[in-house]
């Protein structure tokens, strides 16, 4: 199946730190999804990409769809320790398949 | 607006018994997605539905894994028999038809020993 690339696997950072990962793949897709996942609980939607070249913010967050449209970033600026957790990005594409990486996990020291 | 409800939470089985997951969408949501996600990984699709038809079984191990979503709402996914590998958190998540965005329930942690 699709392969998404995320990097990096995992972050230890201090808080009030500025944060960035991204997502590859060999394929394009129509959109680009950024969710996180907290221990025992389901993946949580952040943010939402729809076209190449989009930047859209969510709070601290913002996401970027690549311009090649087989690549997102998302960043996290000023962190903080709730936002501990595990990154993943989701890539939809033809059948609407929604495909998923393998997770960025990011640790934030007080 | 409700979100996806599942159930049970938690299971534990022997392997070689049948267990079935319960998966209510949000409401109006056509689009219905059983993942599989194992200790450490990304969620790996299963099945995806479009109302009540399969728009994508690919990756279902259809010799013990089958899933209906009878009238296009609710769906289950049942297992028969279990194998130890099967131990996994089940997501379900749907999605409206315009503007792609799949809301996830809290899954179904399944353990089989």
């Known amino acids: 199946g699709q392969q998404l690339n995320q990097s990096p696997q995992s972050m230890f950072i201090q808080e009030g730190e500025d944060v960035s990962m991204n997502c590859t793949s060999s394929s394009i897709f129509n959109t680009w999804l950024w969710y996180k996942q907290d221990p025992g609980e389901g993946p949580v939607l952040l943010i939402a990409?729809?076209?190449?070249?989009e930047l859209t913010s969510n709070g601290r967050l913002t996401a970027q769809f690549g311009i090649t449209r087989k690549d997102s970033f998302l960043n996290i600026s000023a962190s903080i320790p709730s936002d501990v957790g595990i990154y993943f990005c989701?890539?939809?594409?033809?059948?609407?398949?929604?495909?998923f990486g393998g997770g960025t996990r990011l640790m934030v020291k007080p | 607006e409700a979100g996806v409800a599942q159930s049970p939470r938690y299971k534990i089985i022997e392997k070689r018994q049948s267990v079935a997951f319960w998966c209510n969408p949000i409401s109006g949501h056509a689009t219905l997605y059983w993942y599989q996600q194992i200790l450490g990984q990304g969620p790996k699709l299963l099945i995806q539905f479009q109302n009540n038809g399969v728009v994508d079984d690919s990756q279902l191990p259809k010799d013990r894994f089958s899933a209906e979503r009878l009238k296009g709402v609710d769906s289950t996914l049942k297992i028969q028999p279990a194998k130890l590998e099967d131990s996994a958190v089940y997501l379900c998540?749907?999605?409206?038809?315009?503007?792609?965005?799949?809301?996830f329930g809290q899954g179904t942690r399944l353990t089989v020993v």
């Open positions: 989701a890539g939809l594409r033809g059948g609407n398949m929604l495909t």
């Open positions: 990409l729809y076209k190449a070249g």
């Open positions: 998540a749907s999605s409206p038809i315009l503007r792609w965005k799949a809301f």
